[in-house]
T-cell receptor, first 116, second 113 residues
Framework: DGGITQSPKYLFRKEGQNVTLSCEQN?????MYWYRQDPGQGLRLIYY???????QKGDIAEGYSVSREKKESFPLTVTSAQKNPTAFYLC???????????????FGEGSWLTVV | AQKVTQAQTEISVVEKEDVTLDCVYE???????LFWYKQPPSGELVFLIR??????QNEISGRYSWNFQKSTSSFNFTITASQVVDSAVYFC??????????FGGGTRVLVKP
Protein backbone atom coordinates (compact mmCIF):
# COMPACT_ATOMS: atom_id res chain seq x y z
CA ASP A 1 0.00 0.00 0.00
CA GLY A 2 1.21 3.51 -0.78
CA GLY A 3 1.56 5.88 2.12
CA ILE A 4 3.61 7.55 4.78
CA THR A 5 4.92 5.46 7.66
CA GLN A 6 6.06 6.97 10.91
CA SER A 7 7.77 5.07 13.69
CA PRO A 8 7.67 4.60 16.54
CA LYS A 9 4.07 5.49 17.34
CA TYR A 10 4.97 6.17 20.97
CA LEU A 11 8.37 7.17 22.29
CA PHE A 12 9.61 8.12 25.73
CA ARG A 13 12.74 10.18 26.17
CA LYS A 14 14.76 11.00 29.21
CA GLU A 15 15.83 14.56 29.66
CA GLY A 16 19.16 15.23 27.96
CA GLN A 17 18.77 12.49 25.37
CA ASN A 18 18.50 12.84 21.63
CA VAL A 19 15.82 10.79 19.89
CA THR A 20 15.11 10.19 16.22
CA LEU A 21 11.67 9.82 14.68
CA SER A 22 11.48 7.90 11.45
CA CYS A 23 9.41 8.90 8.41
CA GLU A 24 9.29 6.84 5.22
CA GLN A 25 7.09 7.38 2.16
CA ASN A 26 6.58 5.25 -0.92
CA UNK A 27 4.50 7.79 -2.82
CA UNK A 28 7.46 8.99 -4.88
CA UNK A 29 6.92 12.48 -3.48
CA UNK A 30 9.74 14.98 -3.72
CA UNK A 31 8.78 17.19 -0.78
CA MET A 32 8.62 16.09 2.84
CA TYR A 33 7.71 17.95 6.04
CA TRP A 34 7.74 17.68 9.80
CA TYR A 35 5.06 19.31 11.92
CA ARG A 36 4.63 19.52 15.66
CA GLN A 37 1.22 19.51 17.33
CA ASP A 38 0.72 20.40 20.99
CA PRO A 39 -2.49 19.33 22.77
CA GLY A 40 -5.43 21.43 21.66
CA GLN A 41 -3.26 23.35 19.23
CA GLY A 42 -2.78 23.59 15.51
CA LEU A 43 0.24 22.31 13.61
CA ARG A 44 3.53 24.16 13.41
CA LEU A 45 6.18 23.51 10.77
CA ILE A 46 9.57 22.34 12.04
CA TYR A 47 11.52 21.53 8.85
CA TYR A 48 10.76 20.79 5.24
CA UNK A 49 12.67 19.39 2.30
CA UNK A 50 11.86 19.93 -1.35
CA UNK A 51 14.52 17.62 -2.75
CA UNK A 52 17.14 15.11 -1.65
CA UNK A 53 20.11 16.59 0.21
CA UNK A 54 18.31 19.87 0.77
CA UNK A 55 16.09 21.11 3.59
CA GLN A 56 14.89 24.38 5.11
CA LYS A 57 13.94 25.50 8.59
CA GLY A 58 10.29 26.01 9.35
CA ASP A 59 8.79 28.18 12.06
CA ILE A 60 10.09 26.25 15.09
CA ALA A 61 13.34 24.56 14.01
CA GLU A 62 15.35 25.27 17.16
CA GLY A 63 16.29 22.08 18.99
CA TYR A 64 15.57 19.85 15.98
CA SER A 65 17.65 18.47 13.14
CA VAL A 66 16.84 16.56 9.96
CA SER A 67 18.53 14.83 7.05
CA ARG A 68 17.36 13.94 3.57
CA GLU A 69 19.79 11.42 2.15
CA LYS A 70 17.12 9.45 0.32
CA LYS A 71 13.97 10.59 -1.43
CA GLU A 72 11.75 8.30 0.59
CA SER A 73 13.18 9.07 4.04
CA PHE A 74 13.14 12.21 6.19
CA PRO A 75 14.12 11.42 9.81
CA LEU A 76 13.71 14.02 12.55
CA THR A 77 16.06 14.19 15.52
CA VAL A 78 14.80 15.87 18.65
CA THR A 79 17.93 17.04 20.43
CA SER A 80 18.53 17.81 24.08
CA ALA A 81 18.47 21.47 23.13
CA GLN A 82 14.71 21.25 22.60
CA LYS A 83 13.46 22.30 26.02
CA ASN A 84 9.84 21.23 25.69
CA PRO A 85 9.75 18.28 23.29
CA THR A 86 6.64 16.50 24.57
CA ALA A 87 4.22 16.68 21.64
CA PHE A 88 2.66 14.85 18.72
CA TYR A 89 4.86 14.86 15.62
CA LEU A 90 3.44 14.52 12.13
CA CYS A 91 5.40 13.79 8.99
CA UNK A 92 3.97 14.71 5.61
CA UNK A 93 4.84 14.62 1.95
CA UNK A 94 3.67 16.11 -1.33
CA UNK A 95 4.57 15.95 -5.00
CA UNK A 96 7.22 18.37 -6.21
CA UNK A 97 6.38 21.79 -4.86
CA UNK A 98 5.02 23.44 -7.93
CA UNK A 99 3.16 26.21 -6.20
CA UNK A 100 0.93 26.95 -9.13
CA UNK A 101 -0.53 23.49 -8.86
CA UNK A 102 -1.23 23.80 -5.15
CA UNK A 103 -0.12 20.25 -4.49
CA UNK A 104 -1.85 18.64 -1.57
CA UNK A 105 0.21 17.60 1.44
CA UNK A 106 -0.51 14.13 2.80
CA PHE A 107 0.19 13.09 6.38
CA GLY A 108 1.40 10.05 8.27
CA GLU A 109 -0.25 8.73 11.41
CA GLY A 110 2.03 10.63 13.76
CA SER A 111 4.38 9.86 16.64
CA TRP A 112 3.82 10.72 20.29
CA LEU A 113 6.97 11.82 22.10
CA THR A 114 6.95 12.13 25.89
CA VAL A 115 9.81 13.31 28.06
CA VAL A 116 10.07 11.41 31.33
CA ALA B 1 2.80 36.83 6.82
CA GLN B 2 -0.16 34.52 6.63
CA LYS B 3 -2.59 33.49 9.30
CA VAL B 4 -5.57 31.18 9.69
CA THR B 5 -8.13 31.64 12.44
CA GLN B 6 -10.68 29.08 13.53
CA ALA B 7 -12.60 30.91 16.21
CA GLN B 8 -14.60 27.89 17.38
CA THR B 9 -12.49 25.62 19.55
CA GLU B 10 -15.21 23.04 20.16
CA ILE B 11 -18.71 22.38 18.82
CA SER B 12 -21.07 19.82 20.26
CA VAL B 13 -24.14 18.66 18.34
CA VAL B 14 -26.64 15.85 18.42
CA GLU B 15 -26.60 13.37 15.58
CA LYS B 16 -28.41 14.53 12.42
CA GLU B 17 -27.90 18.19 13.21
CA ASP B 18 -25.97 20.34 10.77
CA VAL B 19 -22.72 21.91 11.91
CA THR B 20 -20.74 24.74 10.31
CA LEU B 21 -17.08 25.33 11.01
CA ASP B 22 -15.71 28.81 10.43
CA CYS B 23 -12.33 29.60 8.91
CA VAL B 24 -10.94 33.08 8.31
CA TYR B 25 -7.58 33.61 6.68
CA GLU B 26 -5.11 36.41 6.08
CA UNK B 27 -2.59 36.67 3.28
CA UNK B 28 -1.19 39.41 1.08
CA UNK B 29 -0.76 37.06 -1.85
CA UNK B 30 -3.27 37.01 -4.67
CA UNK B 31 -2.64 33.36 -5.45
CA UNK B 32 -3.12 30.91 -2.64
CA UNK B 33 -4.73 27.61 -1.75
CA LEU B 34 -7.05 26.69 1.07
CA PHE B 35 -7.45 23.25 2.59
CA TRP B 36 -9.56 21.41 5.12
CA TYR B 37 -8.23 18.38 6.98
CA LYS B 38 -9.93 16.01 9.42
CA GLN B 39 -8.03 14.57 12.37
CA PRO B 40 -9.84 11.58 13.92
CA PRO B 41 -8.80 10.24 17.34
CA SER B 42 -6.19 8.04 15.67
CA GLY B 43 -4.17 11.18 14.96
CA GLU B 44 -3.46 11.22 11.26
CA LEU B 45 -4.68 14.13 9.17
CA VAL B 46 -7.07 13.20 6.39
CA PHE B 47 -7.26 15.54 3.42
CA LEU B 48 -10.82 16.69 2.65
CA ILE B 49 -10.64 19.48 0.09
CA ARG B 50 -8.39 21.98 -1.67
CA UNK B 51 -9.58 25.25 -3.19
CA UNK B 52 -7.52 27.83 -5.08
CA UNK B 53 -7.99 31.57 -4.73
CA UNK B 54 -9.41 31.97 -8.22
CA UNK B 55 -12.18 29.45 -7.81
CA UNK B 56 -14.97 30.76 -5.63
CA GLN B 57 -17.46 28.08 -6.55
CA ASN B 58 -18.94 26.35 -3.58
CA GLU B 59 -18.49 22.62 -3.46
CA ILE B 60 -20.54 19.76 -2.15
CA SER B 61 -19.27 16.26 -1.54
CA GLY B 62 -21.85 14.01 0.03
CA ARG B 63 -22.73 15.46 3.41
CA TYR B 64 -19.84 17.93 3.26
CA SER B 65 -20.03 21.36 1.67
CA TRP B 66 -17.68 24.32 1.54
CA ASN B 67 -18.43 28.02 1.15
CA PHE B 68 -15.51 30.12 -0.09
CA GLN B 69 -16.01 33.89 0.09
CA LYS B 70 -13.00 35.87 -0.98
CA SER B 71 -14.63 39.17 -0.02
CA THR B 72 -14.66 38.16 3.62
CA SER B 73 -11.56 35.92 3.47
CA SER B 74 -13.55 32.98 4.72
CA PHE B 75 -13.67 29.30 3.79
CA ASN B 76 -16.38 27.71 5.90
CA PHE B 77 -17.17 24.02 6.11
CA THR B 78 -20.60 22.51 6.76
CA ILE B 79 -21.42 18.95 7.73
CA THR B 80 -25.04 18.15 6.98
CA ALA B 81 -26.94 15.57 9.01
CA SER B 82 -23.94 14.89 11.24
CA GLN B 83 -23.04 11.39 12.34
CA VAL B 84 -21.04 10.08 15.28
CA VAL B 85 -18.21 9.17 12.89
CA ASP B 86 -17.84 12.87 12.11
CA SER B 87 -16.46 13.43 15.61
CA ALA B 88 -12.92 14.70 15.08
CA VAL B 89 -10.80 17.81 15.02
CA TYR B 90 -11.03 19.75 11.79
CA PHE B 91 -8.26 22.00 10.55
CA CYS B 92 -8.36 24.75 7.98
CA UNK B 93 -5.04 25.54 6.30
CA UNK B 94 -3.59 28.10 3.88
CA UNK B 95 -0.78 27.71 1.39
CA UNK B 96 0.52 30.93 -0.16
CA UNK B 97 3.87 32.10 -1.52
CA UNK B 98 6.75 30.21 0.06
CA UNK B 99 4.82 26.98 -0.12
CA UNK B 100 4.44 26.50 3.60
CA UNK B 101 1.12 25.21 4.85
CA UNK B 102 -0.19 27.34 7.72
CA PHE B 103 -2.82 25.77 9.94
CA GLY B 104 -5.56 27.21 12.08
CA GLY B 105 -5.92 26.07 15.67
CA GLY B 106 -8.54 23.48 14.81
CA THR B 107 -12.17 22.96 15.80
CA ARG B 108 -13.14 19.88 17.78
CA VAL B 109 -16.52 18.51 16.70
CA LEU B 110 -18.35 16.18 19.04
CA VAL B 111 -21.40 14.46 17.63
CA LYS B 112 -23.54 12.82 20.28
CA PRO B 113 -25.87 9.93 19.43
Amino acid sequence: DGGITQSPKYLFRKEGQNVTLSCEQNLNHDAMYWYRQDPGQGLRLIYYSQIVNDFQKGDIAEGYSVSREKKESFPLTVTSAQKNPTAFYLCASSPRQAFSSGNTIYFGEGSWLTVV
Amino acid sequence: AQKVTQAQTEISVVEKEDVTLDCVYETRDTTYYLFWYKQPPSGELVFLIRRNSFDEQNEISGRYSWNFQKSTSSFNFTITASQVVDSAVYFCALRAAGNKLTFGGGTRVLVKP
